[in-house]
């Protein structure tokens, strides 16, 4: 296995030591712009649609930040050494799940201090997988988040592991896979983040994100027949609406706990199986295997 963690943090570091005094606007000009040229340049071996996904988001997460108030920031977080830390975890990963097959970078970024979601919700770390060959990480240094960044990179291990055994490449605002052309659904997508989350919470079984258990009981007998029969849905955004909750008529972290709840029954009703055994198996056959009503 190949991955390496790179501390992209540092060079945004550098950007905003370069636009200390200059007017908000010119310094936030000049630090989105270099952050959108080094990210280009870290990210030009994945596909266009992808790189521009880690564009934007880079530039997304890091807000409009004050330069003295990010530079601070950064140099609490590199004294956390975050690198060391993600580098440890991945180690473990390895053990549980080893994959010498699989080759990634992880970019280390830093996220906006003004955001609640990272800050709050996600306890200062929030991450996405692109693809098989990249993770982006994004931080903050809030309470707790080393802690937060060990389990956060191991969940997304699993997505890149997983990402590698499914490829899929964007089509019309769904996700194909490649070798059967055929469409992700919101099924599929929650049985990834479930198993995720289920194979973290082995490593780290003193963690216990909000995600996986959000639901009453009294919401879960209301908005799984409504989840239930979307489980065929096709379109990224109403599947990320599913999973993430729209603040409306679908709680947060729906998907997550559902996906979650799947792959826990699964392994209650399969013994002798691992998180790890699961990561090469199709969503729909977890969900069909788990003892949960069809």
Not at 28 to 50: K, T
Not at 166 to 186: D, N, V
Request: hydrophobic share 40%; glycine share 8%; proline share 7%.
């Amino acid at each position: 296995m190949g991955i390496t963690v790179i501390p992209a943090y540092r060079v945004v570091s550098t950007l905003a030591r370069k636009a200390h005094g200059m007017p908000f606007e010119q310094a936030a000009d000049s630090m989105e712009q270099g952050l959108r040229e080094y990210v280009r340049s870290l990210l030009s071996m994945l596909h266009p649609s992808i790189m521009e996904l880690g564009e934007r988001s880079a530039v997304t997460q890091l807000g409009d930040p004050d330069p003295d108030v990010l530079l601070t920031a950064l140099a609490k977080l590199d004294e956390g050494d975050p690198k060391t830390i993600v580098e440890q975890a991945l180690d473990r990963c390895a053990a549980a799940l080893p994959r010498p097959d699989l080759n990634a970078r992880v970019f280390l970024f830093p996220g906006d201090g003004d955001s609640k979601v990272l800050v709050r919700q996600m306890n200062g770390v929030l991450a996405f997988s692109l693809g098989s060959q990249a993770m982006a990480v994004f931080l903050w240094p809030t309470e707790g988040w080393q802690q937060w960044l060990r389990y956060t990179v191991t969940h997304e291990y699993v997505h890149l592991v997983r990402n590698m055994l499914f490829p899929r490449s964007p089509a019309g605002g769904r996700l194909l896979y490649i070798k059967t052309q055929t469409p992700e659904t919101l099924l599929d997508a929650m049985v990834a983040e479930g198993l995720a989350d289920r194979f973290a919470v082995g490593l780290y079984p003193e963690m216990r994100p909000p995600w996986t258990h959000a639901l009453s009981d009294e919401q879960t007998r209301h908005i799984w027949p409504k989840v239930r029969r979307r489980l065929g849905a096709a379109d990224i955004s109403e599947i990320r609406r599913l999973l993430f909750g729209d603040n409306d008529r679908i709680p947060l972290w729906t998907g997550y706990t559902f996906g979650y709840r799947m792959v826990d029954s699964y392994l209650e009703h399969h013994p002798g199986s691992r998180p790890a055994n699961l990561v090469g198996t199709p969503g729909k056959t977890v969900f069909e295997e788990s003892g949960l009503p069809l």
